[in-house]
């Protein structure tokens, strides 16, 4: 079963070093989005992309942050200049049309130093 | 915050049924109800959607009251494996299809 890969698993980053997460979604999706989880909290929303724009944006998703489908396949979420509040696992997603799922990857978790 | 509302937690006895309630009392006429569950902090997963009508995977059944305020996730025969947190979404509006996590519920299935 086709499913959605992200890497790496675990990204040790230095604070205020840049830091790229990738996804590869699932190959016939068109929507794309990021999420993320703090240590015991809930799994929160950061963005939607679509037809290579960005079709919706949550707070957290600010100037430090973007996103980028480079290629046919990778989906890609940069973060400039990391804080430590950054630390969380990061979680990619796709979907397809209508009212399709959108099946997620299993993660990066992000330790900001 | 999330349109849905569950029970923080949950037994099951390994082998038996379980039963999810999830409450979505505003939902409007054309939002599905999705469940996705999540074991330790491994990515959601997608278990079953529905819009009105029972629906039933090679995972589990959803049971969808008549007025849709309600719905029940049945897992048939639960396993030790099953045990993770569930969580019952309805999309935000019908302006997004953003996922909006609650706190879902824990489900302990015990030997």
Known sequence: EPEVTQTPSHQVTQMGQEVILRCVPISNHLYFYWYRQILGQKVEFLVSFYNNEISEKSEIFDDQFSVERPDGSNFTLKIRSTKLEDSAMYFCASRGVGDQPQHFGDGTRLSIL | ?111
């Open chain 2, 1 to 111: 915050d999330a349109k849905t509302t569950q029970p923080p937690s949950m037994d099951c006895a390994e082998g038996r049924a379980a039963n999810l309630p999830c409450n979505h009392s505003t939902i409007s006429g054309n939002e599905y109800v999705y469940w996705y569950r999540q074991i330790h902090s491994q990515g959601p997963q997608y278990i079953i959607h529905g819009l009105k009508n029972n629906e039933t995977n090679e995972m589990a059944s959803l049971i969808i009251t008549e007025d849709r305020k309600s719905s029940t996730l049945i897992l048939p025969h639960a396993t030790l494996r099953d045990t993770a947190v569930y969580y019952c979404i309805v999309r935000y509006s019908l302006d997004t299809d953003k996922l909006i996590f609650g706190t879902g519920t824990r489900l302990q299935v015990f030997p």
